[in-house]
């Protein structure tokens, strides 16, 4: 079998797992942030609740948490799910699961802001919320861009997990292909495939990283 003739085949793959790292990176960035919010609320419980929930997400395998996403529904509540809701279990599972970190990124970031920074933006008139969104967030944004940029390659490649749930993803789809040719080509075809796009991710966020050069 041809490398093109390889690379066709596994073309679905490929767009399950992009489709899986572009809307996890949508809905996860800005939910990290409210749960960042929530982290460092001033109400004990919000507060309680939400570090709770990072400790669950950060100290369970994405694998555990994909999988009681998938079959959560049918031992907890005796819903049925068909085939389809497969996907969306992975999504809300990789989205869930990533905004947790990002949340404690973010959390990171803002705490370590100076309060002169604060304090200077009320003298200059700005209220709370214009001072964070216009002054503090690109600065914290600054800050963060390696943290938040060694997430995102690690969702590149934590995409494979997919499979725990059967999702025709990348990986899945490759090893299929392994076990019915009886070669390794599609496994270098799907390291290459990670690999590039790892690359692409890497450079993306170094140009935006120079771009925000500004805020050093």
């Known amino acids: 079998m041809t490398v093109g003739m390889i690379v066709s085949q596994l073309a679905g793959g490929m767009l399950v797992s992009i ?26 419980v919000i507060r309680g ?40 279990a992975a999504l809300i599972g990789f989205v869930i699961n990533y905004a947790a970190y990002f949340a ?3 959390r990171g970031g803002i705490q370590s802001m100076p309060a002169g920074q604060y304090e200077a933006a009320q003298l200059l008139g700005y209220g709370k919320g214009q001072a964070f969104f216009k002054i503090i967030l ?12 060694n997430e995102v390659i690690t ?25 019915s040719q009886a070669s390794m080509m599609p496994f270098v075809a799907a390291g290459l495939f990670y690999y590039i796009f790892n690359l692409v991710v890497a450079m993306a966020m170094e140009y935006a990283e120079k771009k925000m050069s500004y805020y050093q």
């Not at 690109?138 to 940029?149: E, G």
């Not at 490649?157 to 090893?175: G, P, Q, Y």
């Open 19 to 44: 489709q899986i790292f572009v809307v996890t990176l949508i809905f996860s960035l800005p939910l990290g942030m409210v749960v960042a919010f929530g982290r460092m609320s001033g109400n004990p």
């Open 49 to 88: 609740g939400v570090k709770a929930y990072i400790s669950v997400m950060r100290g369970t395998p994405l694998m555990l948490q994909l999988m009681v996403v998938y079959f959560g529904p049918f031992f907890l509540f005796g819903v049925r799910v068909g085939n389809g809701y497969r996907l969306w």
């Open 104 to 106: 404690e990124i973010y």
């Open 138 to 149: 690109p600065q914290v944004a600054k800050r963060i861009l390696p943290s938040v940029t």
């Open 155 to 179: 969702l590149v490649k934590d995409t494979s997990l997919a499979f725990t749930i059967s999702v025709a993803e990348m990986f899945t789809t490759a090893k299929a292909l392994a076990s």
